[in-house]
């Protein structure tokens, strides 16, 4: 796991070091074992280094036997003994054990479909110096981050983090105004959109090739689509398993210290107790930690695991204010707003584990695949809500909207009101009003320019464009796994780990593992009112019971508290109706009739109130 960097000028015109080391330099945190650059005619690469494998000997940027081939690499590629063993047979040499050398050696005999071999979580640069030509390329899931920039006459310039590629003195520093809808919308910028103003993200499966000062674009893998089989359920919850501990094995292979965070929800827990059959349980070491707020604190369950499978595991409790104290310094290493509030706990779990292990695995990605999720059951419920008389329907809204606020964690009100949000939408808006802060509508009435593009057309239209012949629910688990896990879940996991130079390493998202689950039929992850269904019951008996049915719990802070507690007085500074008016971008009676209602306690302002403090708390670190 690392940090990468680089650019390439057009028209031949040779680079600097000095600006690709200011590039590198921005992200030493991810790599803080050492730093390495090439260097030579149009191209710079840059690498700062977080040594995983054959630490001694995998120093980037790496390149093949005559130096004509040179690669920076992010990431970890978890086949690479296959693939080595198979390119020493075509004649290849290796000098060192790391996984990035088979990367160089794999260009040379696969070219640019190279991609499709690998499996594993990666965001790269190749420079191919006999045909000057610069590849980046990025995992299938996007569970590594890559932005680009073109820059004038033709050139390109690349990082793992927004503000390596603003570094570059040639890449400009300003707010895309669509980009900020899209934040307020979703509460992140999905790829290949970013915040800022010609800077973007290169979609997960896709590669990027730049020659001649021209770019080109194409998708190297698309999920397999669903198969009905025949065969009994059963069996295929057995086969899951068999494929999923041999994924986590894949996922354990490391020179330095390697642990489990371990959330006490099934997806977590199911990474441990695969783990525990290919290690002895108690050399283990499992992570989690807890809040004082009994609504949100998953201690207790994770504690109950661990003790079951006999893991050699670590707990620390932390208060609001260890949380609350997380703001300025998020707002420092994020490069781009992001509206999901737990990225807070995420690096706390993240800094607690590396004080121990540089290493972790997680349960990321059995929610986007398995259909985890309470909106799953929600989109099968609006079904039979889209059915009911109009009148009916009116009825069910005046008695909710009636319902006392509630301010714990995904309590009965917030479900409810969250759920009719998005009732009467085309399915597709209906999951993002559910998981999202602000309807169109809503964007409309906050923002001063507001007649920008429509966002919710642009949403509906992507969607479209997705697997369109697939049942429902395989449509909505491949919107899921096309913008919300990439640019939610695993940009958060990404950005709050490698904070603290930890790598965290997801085996739901195991390339074999993930073919074998897409071609499975929809309902073999949500069928008979039950979500995860397969890994539900593949983990029964390797699990407590009380693990496997309790309801879904995200890994949450108490913000609508909050709001309304320690954080009023920043709410009122950043979000004070002169500030906003002064700022230009949000009306500010608007703003403050959503300051003022949530105060009071007669609404539940909790995602749309944090969507905007996050960007203020953006705004004045990277804007001004």
């Not at 494998?53 to 120093?59: F, V």
């Not at 210290?257 to 107790?273: H, I, R, Y």
């Not at 992507?462 to 939610?488: F, H, N």
């Not at 608007?590 to 995602?607: N, S």
Request: with cysteine.
């Amino acid at each position: 796991m690392c940090g990468i960097a680089g650019y390439v000028n057009g028209g031949g015109r040779p680079a600097d070091h000095e600006i690709v080391s200011t590039m590198t330099s921005t992200i030493t945190h991810r790599g803080p074992d050492g730093s390495g650059y090439y260097v030579s005619g149009p191209v710079a690469l840059g690498h700062r280094r977080l040594s995983i494998i054959d630490i001694g000997g995998g120093a980037q940027p790496m390149s093949n036997e005559d130096d004509s081939i040179w690669v920076t690499f992010n990431g970890e590629i978890y086949n690479d003994l296959d693939l080595r063993a198979e390119l020493h047979r075509a004649g290849h040499q290796f000098k060192n054990a790391s996984d990035t050398e088979g990367l160089v050696h794999l260009y040379e005999q696969e070219g640019e479909s190279f991609p499709a071999r690998l499996n594993g979580m990666f965001a790269l640069a190749i420079w191919d110096a006999p045909n000057q030509r610069l590849i980046l390329t990025r995992d299938r899931m996007g569970q590594k981050p890559l932005f680009y920039a073109e820059l004038p006459g033709g050139g390109l310039a690349f990082g793992s983090e927004a503000k390596a590629v603003l570094a570059h003195p040639e890449v400009g520093r300003r707010l895309d105004p669509r980009g900020l809808a899209r934040y307020l919308f979703y509460e992140y910028v999905p790829a290949p959109n970013s915040i800022w103003l010609g800077l973007k993200k290169l979609p997960p499966a896709h590669t990027l090739i730049w020659q001649d000062g021209k770019i080109r674009i194409e998708r190297y893998w698309t999920a397999p689509d669903p198969v009905e089989t025949g065969e009994p359920f059963e069996n295929a919850a057995k086969q899951f398993w068999t494929d999923f501990v041999a994924a986590v094995g894949r996922h354990t292979r490391s020179d330095v210290p390697l642990g489990v965070f371990l959330s006490g929800g099934v997806d977590s827990s199911s990474v441990a107790a695969a783990m525990c059959e290919w290690s002895a349980a108690d050399q283990i070491r499992t992570f989690s930690i807890g809040f004082d707020d009994p609504s949100f604190d998953e201690s207790p369950h994770s504690r109950l695991v661990a003790s079951q499978l006999g893991t050699n595991h670590h707990e620390r409790k932390f208060s609001a204010d260890d949380v609350l104290r997380l703001l300025p310094e998020v707002a420092n290493w994020l490069d781009e707003p992001f509206g999901d509030a737990s990225i807070l706990p995420t690096h706390l779990l993240s800094r607690f584990a590396r004080e121990q292990v540089t290493v972790a695995l997680g349960g990321d990605g059995a929610d986007e695949l398995l259909a985890g999720y309470p909106t799953f059951k929600a989109e099968r419920a609006a079904r039979f809500y889209a059915r009911l008389p109009k009148p009916a329907r009116s009825v069910a809204r005046a008695a909710v909207a009636r319902l006392p606020v509630d301010h714990r964690n995904m309590s009965f009100d917030f479900k409810l009101k969250q759920f009719l949000r998005g009732a009467d939408e085309p399915i597709a808006l209906a999951h993002q009003r559910w998981m999202g802060s602000f309807s169109g509508r809503e964007l409309s009435s906050l923002l001063v320019n507001s007649d920008l593009f429509d966002v919710e057309r642009e949403h509906l239209e992507r969607s479209e464009g997705l697997a369109p012949a697939l049942d429902p629910l395989s449509r909505s688990l491949r919107l899921y796994q096309d913008t919300y896990l990439p640019d939610d879940i695993l940009s958060k996991v990404d950005r709050a780990s490698m904070a603290c130079s930890l790598e965290v390493r997801a085996p739901f998202l195991d390339a074999d593992l993930v073919d074998s689950i897409q071609a499975l039929p929809a309902v073999f992850k949500y069928g008979n009112g039950q979500t995860k269904r397969l890994l539900k019951q593949a983990a029964r008996g390797r699990l407590p019971a009380t693990i496997l049915d309790r309801p879904k719990k995200g890994f949450g802070i108490p913000v609508a508290r909050w709001l309304r507690g320690p954080l009023a007085p920043l709410l009122d500074d950043l979000l004070g109706q002169e500030r906003i008016n002064r700022q230009g971008l949000f009306r500010g009676d608007v703003v403050r009739r959503l300051v003022v209602e949530h105060q009071a306690g007669t609404h539940d302002h909790r995602k749309p109130l944090w969507t905007l403090l996050v960007f203020q708390l953006w705004h004045d670190r990277w804007l001004g």
